[in-house]
């Protein structure tokens, strides 16, 4: 049965603001949407945070927990969310209370004025986080910008309002390796944005390592601009080494000045050998990313559904 709104968001380390976070997503729900469903995805969290989600259920009808077997990533296990839902419009919303509840409202009537638009989005005035973050972020955005047909702005902040028509057509994207942001960009539709503001929360779950994972997924699986550069740069390495060869010979033949350098042959042996190593690897990622999308495993796989009318386990 349809509804008029769904609220998706994920669990992962999630307990000290999942009481609080539930507390104040109802009362926003209720202010724009007689009928409702919100749907908490548990992405294998490490603390307590399904217990506190599982006694919701009891006392809320609209909750829907959906318990996964571990944890597969926040883009995807957001995938499993929005393929749950019925509402006739869908939020998805970070638990963290980074991006507070209470915007919803506001999206909402920024929907209803613009009737030709599908999305709109949160976006924040200035990022947070340390230098490092911020400056990370930037290069990122400007990389994946110029090698890329997407256009991301840079500012966006995950919350947004979706129609039913958009999540359909998102749902049709069956890659497993995912970069949701780039996919909300790539679908298209006429997408508005609306400021938030939103509350730095500290230490974030996602580690530096994470972040270059995923940049390195987002720009693979939009880009083919690096393979492209990887010809590039082997017919520059060998122009240049011909032309090395040709002033080497020249010296050779013509003044009698045999061609010394330990150093610099050493040097562009390494140089060599890193490139090749480095064009091998990106070559690699792709491969993977083809091995990993022929194989069409599932995207997650749910251990559990929790609702209070059906607690029973589903496929």
Known sequence: MSCDLSIVTTLYNSA?????????MRDAAVKVASSYEVILVNDGSPDHALSIARAWVERWPELCVVDLSRNYGHHRAAMAGLERTRGRRVFMINCDLEEAPEDLPAFWRTLDEHPDADVVFGVVPRRRGGIVSRVGGKLFYVTINAISTLRMR?????????????????????????????LLKDIGFTQIPLPIETRFKGRSDYTLLRRVNLAINAITGFSSVPLVFIFYLGLTISL?????????????????????????????????????????????IYLAKVFSEVKARPRVVVRRVYRREDDTSTP
């Open 240 to 284: 240049l080494t011909l032309g090395i060869m040709v002033w080497f010979g020249g010296r050779y033949l013509f003044f009698a000045k045999p061609p010394t350098g330990y150093t610099s042959l050493i040097l562009s042996i390494w140089f060599g050998n890193g490139a090749l190593i480095s064009i091998l690897g990106l070559v690699g």
């Open 16 to 24: 000290p603001h999942l009481d609080e976070f539930l507390r104040r």
């Open 154 to 182: 840079g500012d966006e902040a995950f919350s947004r309002l979706l129609t039913r028509v958009f999540v359909d057509g998102l749902l049709r994207f069956p890659e497993r390796e995912l970069y949701l942001g780039g």
